[in-house]
């Protein structure tokens, strides 16, 4: 029997973290499939807004797959996603992808960490960025964000041209999360699963501190501790067992969500 009661926090969380990583599955849905079953998840978690918002997932080096125009977060599915170059140049499907898909290819070319984009306009952190103030991470939950949002305070306008494109893909230097003034969220992911589980997450801590700093200041916490708790939280297997559970509950409605 392992003797831990003499170790330190530190000592835990690391021996803790491998035993996460080995017990944990990974997934193994394509990447097309993972795209579909995180448009799917986001729409049954508030990020739909009509036809508004993306979620790309890179193909290749200069490609990625897309939804295209006029197909909305809870129609998508392996089969109708588009491949496109980073010209937004359709290579295969059928249709046009959205125009706004253009400053993600920007984010793609200055972070090749980024494997997944999602930009959406959730009612909350919609909310929120209409306020002009950034996003306070202060609870436990939400603290894979921690240290880990910049905020854009003017708003570019529509995002279809080269400029906003330099703008945004600026404005989250090494961040993997940005919210836009007058606008909407952006996730920055590693894998797909880490950037829908961080959009989800964005969107409830947005509600949290909203919600909070109706009753009165929000406190922050030590930064050490929020700093240990992202790392924490942003174990590549414990992401991967988060979006599969959402994914399940999706598959459990609709099958054929990724057929």
């Not at 795209?35 to 990625?64: M, N």
């Amino acid at each position: 029997m392992e003797r831990t009661y003499t170790e330190s926090k530190k000592q835990v969380i690391r021996r803790e973290k491998q035993k996460v990583q080995r017990a944990l599955p990974g997934n193994t849905w394509t990447q097309r499939e993972k795209v579909a079953l995180a448009c799917r998840i986001l729409h049954s978690h508030g990020h739909e807004s009509g036809l508004a918002g993306q979620v790309t997932a890179r193909e290749s080096e200069h490609g990625f797959f897309t939804q295209r125009l006029g197909c909305g977060l809870s129609e998508v599915t392996p089969s109708n996603l588009l491949s496109v170059d980073e010209e937004l140049n359709v290579m295969e499907g059928e249709g046009a992808p959205n125009p706004a898909n253009r400053f993600h290819a920007w984010v793609y070319r200055a972070r090749p960490d980024v494997q997944c984009i999602v930009h959406t306009h959730p009612l909350y952190s919609s909310a929120l960025s209409m306020l002009g103030v950034p996003l306070v991470v202060a609870h436990m939950d939400s603290c894979a964000l921690y240290d880990n949002i910049a905020f854009l305070e003017d708003w570019p306008g529509v995002p279809v041209g080269d400029e906003e494109g330099r703008l945004i893909s600026t404005a989250i230097g090494n961040k993997a999360g940005l919210l836009l003034a007058h606008h909407g969220v952006v996730l920055a992911g590693r894998t797909v699963e880490e950037a829908c589980v961080l959009a989800l997450q964005f969107e409830r801590t947005a509600r949290l501190f909203l919600t909070a700093r109706s009753v009165g200041p929000v406190r922050t916490i030590p930064r050490e501790l929020g700093l240990a708790a992202r790392d924490w939280l942003l174990t590549p297997r414990r992401v991967d067992a988060t979006f599969a559970y959402y994914a399940r509950a999706e598959l459990a409605n609709d099958p054929r969500c990724i057929a």
